[in-house]
């Protein structure tokens, strides 16, 4: 079936393009960069309080009582990244939870994920509230040129 949908490498090539155009125009729509960064940020809150690292011989144990609260506001991360991929127009909500999230992770998640994930949440709320929706024009409209 593969060399039936796509036998001619220009075949090949128009499906690619055409798949990146979707994904273009389906990210454009959305607060992508926001979700993007929200799910970098529930990946080091979730790992490092369960790592157990080695630097030479000697263990570094980041694992605390705080498991069960990375793990809780790690698993809110990914569920706000997914909700402003596709509810756009939570991204408001999703956005300032994330940010009070991240912040909150500070003291509970290991310096919020040794500061990556501190940070990386920080920015992804910060451009989920700053996030506006596309403004369609008419077709007829003047762009503003005289």
């Given at each position: 079936m593969f060399f039936e949908l796509f036998g001619r490498r220009r075949n090949l090539r128009a499906a690619a393009t055409d798949a990146r155009r979707g994904f273009r125009t389906w990210r454009n729509e959305r607060p992508f960069w926001a979700g993007l960064f929200t799910f970098a940020a529930s990946l080091p809150i979730i790992y490092f309080p369960y790592a157990h690292l080695k630097f030479g011989a000697i263990p570094l144990a980041l694992s605390t009582s705080a498991g069960a609260g990375s793990l809780i506001i790690?698993?809110?991360?990914?569920?706000?990244?997914?909700?402003?991929?596709?509810?756009?127009?939570?991204?408001?909500?999703?956005?300032?939870?994330?940010?009070?999230?991240?912040?909150?992770?500070f003291p509970v998640a290991n310096f919020g994920?040794?500061?990556?994930?501190?940070?990386?949440?920080?920015?992804?709320g910060s451009l989920a509230c700053a996030w506006i929706p596309p403004t369609t024009i008419p077709a007829g409209e003047d762009h503003g040129g005289e």
């Open positions: 790690g698993v809110l991360l990914v569920a706000l990244a997914i909700s402003l991929w596709f509810h756009r127009q939570a991204r408001a909500f999703a956005g300032i939870t994330v940010i009070l999230l991240a912040l909150i992770s994920g040794l500061l990556i994930g501190l940070i990386s949440g920080l920015i992804g």
